[in-house]
Nanobody, 115 residues
Framework: QVQLVESGGGLVQPGGSLRLSCAASGIAFSLSTMTWYRQAPGKERELVASISSGGRINYDDSVKGRFTISRDIAKKMVYLQMNSLKPEDTAVYYC?????????WGQGTQVTVSS
């Protein structure tokens, strides 16, 4: 069964940190581009960070220097370390996998940055 399961979201104060995790199963993880997206209320889903099968990393300008994407191929896990969080980072964060067999989304995890 192809599945992505996110975890690690929650409520954090501005300036705080969270680490999101995405566990993949049923996919060719090492051959996939793994991406974190987010969607805030009333806004379109946007790319946050991605890591290609070859390890190339890309960040949205709004998170550069604050967020770090990484992966553990053996464990089929992808992570998003989020530091210096801002209220505008509040959103549902989704994990996505793309490879030559298709496109898979997780169910999302809520991140709320508020004092």
């Amino acid at each position: 069964q192809v599945q992505l399961v996110e975890s690690g979201g929650g409520l954090v104060q501005p300036g705080g940190s969270l680490r999101l995790s995405c566990a993949a199963s049923g996919i060719a993880f090492s051959l996939s581009t793994m991406t974190w997206y987010r969607q805030a209320p009333g806004k379109e889903r946007e790319l946050v960070a991605s890591i290609s099968s070859g390890g190339r990393i890309n960040y949205d300008d709004s998170v550069k220097g604050r967020f770090t994407i990484s992966r553990d191929i053996a464990k089929k896990m992808v992570y998003l370390q989020m530091n210096s969080l801002k209220p505008e980072d509040t959103a549902v964060y989704y994990c996505n996998s793309v490879n030559n067999r298709g496109n898979t989304w997780g169910q999302g995890t809520q991140v709320t940055v508020s004092s």
